[in-house]
Antibody
């Protein structure tokens, strides 16, 4: 059974960089897309971006200038870095596995079939 | 960005009721639509993929339909454990976007 677990600081100061790691167990990083999704308290879901196991990335334009998602295949992990955070970045951050589906050309990411439990990150001084 | 609009935003229903949630995209997303269930304090759980396919392990009382811009999630006979918030999600275009959610509770 595939399991994902987020880890990282729960409190980050404004203007600093939020860093989270997602460790994948029970399955391989290879062959899938790996995403970060966040949910501000009491609000809906926002996709942040994904990294394909081969290393290519796509980001939400809302955070594109501040975000880096990387894959660390040898450790079966992937990570999120979000710079210059503000209170608006306070949220529960989920890591999730994206399934690979056929696209018009090649493959694309479909739904998210496995999720971590979520990690609350608060931005506050 | 493709905007996903769910309705209603919230609804109350009785055990055994048939429940319908709709999701509308502001652009043709073909069949590239998934549905999730999220219970309080938990991660979302994939229910339906590609608009109408039931994810493994999901009860058959859940079903999905639609294509293009209009999609529907149906719970054929509401059970107490179905109390949750439901989200649709499109993956036709990046950025991936979610609906705002439909909160379902028991009347």
């Amino acid at each position: 059974q595939v399991q994902l677990q987020e880890s990282g600081p729960g409190l980050v100061k404004p203007s600093e960089t939020l860093s989270l790691t997602c460790t994948v167990s029970g399955g391989s990083i290879s062959g899938y897309y790996w995403s970060w999704i966040r949910q501000p308290p009491g609000k809906g879901l926002e996709w942040i971006g994904y990294v394909y196991y081969k290393g290519s990335t796509q980001y939400n334009p809302s955070v594109k200038r501040r975000v880096t998602i990387s894959v660390h295949t040898s450790k079966n992990q992937f990570s999120l870095k979000l710079s210059s955070v503000t209170a608006a970045d306070t949220a529960v951050y989920f890591c999730a596995r994206g399934v690979v589906v056929p696209g018009a050309i090649g493959v694309i990411m479909g739904g998210f079939d496995y999720w971590g439990q979520g990690s609350l990150v608060t931005v506050s001084s | 960005d493709i905007q996903m609009t769910q309705s209603p935003s919230s609804l109350s229903a009785s055990v055994g009721d048939r429940v319908t949630v709709t999701c509308q995209a502001n652009y043709d997303i073909r069949k590239y639509l998934n549905w999730y269930q999220q219970k309080p304090g938990k991660a979302p759980n994939l229910l339906i993929y590609d608009a109408s396919n039931l994810e493994t392990g999901v009860p058959s009382r859940f079903s999905g339909s639609g294509s293009g811009t209009d999609f529907t999630l149906i719970i054929s006979s509401l059970q107490p454990e179905d109390i949750a918030t439901y989200y649709c999600q499109q993956y036709d275009n990046v950025p991936i976007t979610f609906g705002q959610g439909t909160r379902l509770d028991i009347k």
